[in-house]
């Protein structure tokens, strides 16, 4: 029997703060109305081939190439290094080009979201990175609408290419109150317009 129709909310976390915001943004899709599937991606090394878990002690299981084929939907998360997606998370979508050549992901709505140490971080760059290779596996991308007030009023994460926050240099800044507000619009968003898509093609995942 085929799966209900779920959004992937797939995220690389190293100090939890990215975690949190995948949690929030779940909720969001859940209350949309759509199931929501939380996956993660493991560390990278030099040896990460012979060195990995099949399963991590905590968190989030590991993300399968199933798992992303048959989304409806894709909200993907990382902190930023450097302005971009952790090399974890990048690792994972090097993976991904048989899904890219048979078109598995065409059409079906995409988000993402990040979190920084310091305020100008990269936040916006990070995020607008991670959207390219979503866009080359011809996903639809969803920003935050600023119809969203939140956008305006918030003094530390949001933007409206995808939700950020700002976890500071210790991690020790909690999401605020907007951030949160954010995180769950962003999953309604994606998961709205996954069912919108799944409707009007009349078809199942």
């Known amino acids: 029997m085929a799966s209900a129709p779920y959004v992937l909310v797939l995220y690389y976390s190293r100090h939890g703060k990215t975690a949190e915001l995948a949690r929030l943004i779940a909720r969001g899709v859940e209350q949309a109305g759509m199931d929501a599937r939380i996956r993660s991606v493991p560390p ?3 040896d990460t081939e012979s060195s990995l878990p099949p399963v991590p002690d905590t ?8 798992d992303l084929r048959h989304c409806a939907g894709l ?3 990382s902190p930023t290094r450097f302005g971009n997606m952790a090399a974890p998370l990048k690792y994972f979508l090097d993976s ?11 059409d079906k709505p ?20 991670m ?10 991308f969803a920003g935050i609408p600023y119809r969203h007030a939140e956008l305006s009023d918030t003094r530390s994460g949001g933007t409206p ?9 210790n991690n020790e800044q909690a999401i605020s109150a907007p951030e ?9 968003r994606v998961a709205t317009l996954a069912t919108a898509l799944l409707n009007s093609h009349g078809t199942g995942i």
């Open 96 to 106: 991904t080009s048989s899904l890219w050549l048979s078109g598995a992901l065409a």
């Open 161 to 169: 290419y995808g939700m950020s926050h700002w976890a500071g240099a």
């Open 75 to 77: 909200v993907m998360g």
């Open 44 to 46: 990278v090394s030099p």
């Open 59 to 66: 968190g989030a299981v590991y993300c399968s190439q199933d």
């Open 131 to 140: 959207a390219l290779p979503l866009l080359h596996h011809g996903m639809v």
């Open 110 to 129: 995409a988000g993402v979201f990040t979190s920084t140490s310091s305020l100008h971080g990269g936040q916006e760059s990070t995020l607008l990175t």
């Open 180 to 188: 949160k507000a954010l995180c769950l619009a962003q999953g309604k």
